[in-house]
């Protein structure tokens, strides 16, 4: 009697655990949580974290990952977010935020420095466009919304491998391919981490012709209030019209509206 006791006592504090969280947001606690994790996270870690039992967060985790939004990490040893998950915070980021303010403040800056100017997030295999403000030269280099760029060879996409710890960032630059897009891009891993860890430390990255020959770029991060990574701020153009000394004289109105994308967006 005593053990049946024990056991039903056991059962009411699960239930009563289950019953502090509403059903509908336990997944988003879960993904909040994985989303906010620097490396992949067990069941039993999430399950701390969110305040759900072993055998809740397990099923929970179980559907996750069966529909897409979550991922099993290499290693096999705790998950991550997974394709459906990355896509929803893409989308959310271009069709739920300010949208008006963020095409306002790239116009200006587009303005400022007479370039294309580019907001991009990583994806699944490269950067993404999510929006951009082209430049009013007839010569210009275009690169649609919506384009994908490879992480290794674009301002864009080392200011996002410079963002991560240098664990992720080691993890992250292993698994790419490293293809040579022109004579200077950088395909030895070796060189490529040397390069972001000195953006992570100078806080903004330059393509200099890795990405198409003739063409030039700078970027920096766009950062959550927390200081967290959110997305790259970018412009490009060609060396008829730049050089990579002169993209460091839009340095500061390029951080600038970097800034005022925070204040708009979060």
């Keep these: 009697m005593a053990s049946e006791d024990a056991a039903i006592v056991a059962g009411d504090a699960v239930k ?77 980021l271009h069709h739920s935020a300010p949208v008006a303010a963020r095409r306002a403040i790239l116009e200006r ?61 080691r993890k992250v630059v292993s698994s790419l391919r490293l293809e040579r897009q022109t004579s200077r891009t950088l395909t030895d891993a070796n060189a490529l981490l040397t390069e972001t860890a000195e953006i992570a430390r100078r806080g903004y990255a330059i393509d200099n012709e890795e990405l198409m020959e003739g063409m030039i770029a700078l970027s920096v991060p766009v950062t959550a209030p927390d200081g967290r990574y959110a997305a790259s701020l970018a412009f490009h153009g060609p060396l008829i019209r730049l050089s990579p000394e002169s993209l460091l004289d839009h340095l500061e109105t390029l951080r600038g509206g970097a800034r005022d994308l925070q204040a708009a967006l979060f």
């Excluded at 509403?22 to 305040?51: C, D, F, K, M, S």
């Excluded at 967060?57 to 290693?75: K, P």
């Excluded at 394709?83 to 989308?91: D, F, I, P, W």
């Design 16 to 92: 009563s655990d289950d019953a502090r969280i509403p059903t509908n947001l336990r997944t988003l606690l879960i993904l909040e949580t994985v989303g906010a994790a620097e490396r992949p996270l067990t069941p039993a870690e999430i399950g701390r974290t969110v305040g759900l039992p072993k055998q809740t967060i397990h099923r929970l985790c179980s559907v996750l990952l069966e529909e897409g939004f979550l991922m099993r990490a290499e290693g096999g040893r705790g998950v991550r977010a997974g394709r459906r998950a990355r896509r929803m915070s893409g989308n959310l």
């Design 109 to 169: 800056i587009s303005a400022t420095v007479g370039e294309t100017v580019n907001f991009a997030a990583p994806g699944e295999s490269g950067m993404i466009y999510v929006d951009r403000v082209e430049t009013a030269w007839a010569f210009r280099i275009q690169l649609p919304i919506g384009t994908h760029v490879p992480f290794h060879c674009t301002a864009s996409g080392k200011t996002w491998l410079a963002s991560l710890s240098l664990r992720q960032r």
